[in-house]
């Protein structure tokens, strides 16, 4: 999943039609999401620290890969289908990149590569976003993460379930076409 974003933003729903699709579910929170280890002593990066670099990040994306590529053992599980969302399409693509064994697929959603020359908003767009959220309570702190577009009509999700499930088939077939990369 994205920044800051716990594994629980993949909805239940979502999880369970992939199963029922005969596929093996595995979310996870990265570091410092959720239930995941939490560094302490050192503080967050603000945002203006990631978009400008102001200072070096305690942990990087590769380190990220680095834990799928342990969950991915851990678990004994060979080739997977990845799945990115967000800052978790920066991670599955530096998995793929330097764990291409591990990766059978993947499939990357509102991402990007990382790269500052690609992908990235005018800077109107980046003053809105680095506008805090006028929020006044509970309700509306819910409103405004909803408004953010993280929220997928849950009449879609049979229809996003299959699709996930026929790009997944899609590369399973062309994974028995091609010979194995060495």
Do not use: K
Not at 21 to 40: M, Q, Y
Not at 116 to 137: F, I, K, M, N, S
């Amino acid at each position: 999943m994205g920044l800051a974003t716990q594994m629980i933003a993949w909805p239940d729903e979502l999880c369970e039609g992939l199963a029922r699709c005969g596929l093996f579910v595995v979310r996870f929170d990265n570091r410092d999401a959720g239930e995941s280890t939490h560094l302490r002593n050192v503080p967050p990066p603000r945002l203006a620290d990631v978009m400008v670099r102001h200072r070096p990040p305690p942990y990087s994306i590769d380190d990220m890969a680095g834990d799928v590529a342990g969950l991915i053992n851990g678990l004994g599980l060979g080739e997977v289908h990845l799945v990115g969302a967000s800052m978790g399409g920066f991670i599955a693509q530096a998995l793929a990149l330097r764990h291409a064994a591990r990766v059978r697929t993947i499939t990357l959603m509102m991402t990007s590569t990382g790269s500052r020359r690609v992908g990235q908003p005018t800077p109107r767009v980046y003053a809105r976003l680095l506008r805090p959220p006028v929020v006044t309570d509970r309700a509306a702190a819910i409103s405004a993460f909803s408004g953010m577009g993280h929220d997928l009509p849950r009449a879609l999700w049979p229809e996003f379930v299959r699709e996930i499930a026929a790009l997944t088939a899609t590369g399973e077939q062309r994974c028995r076409e091609r010979p194995p990369a060495r």
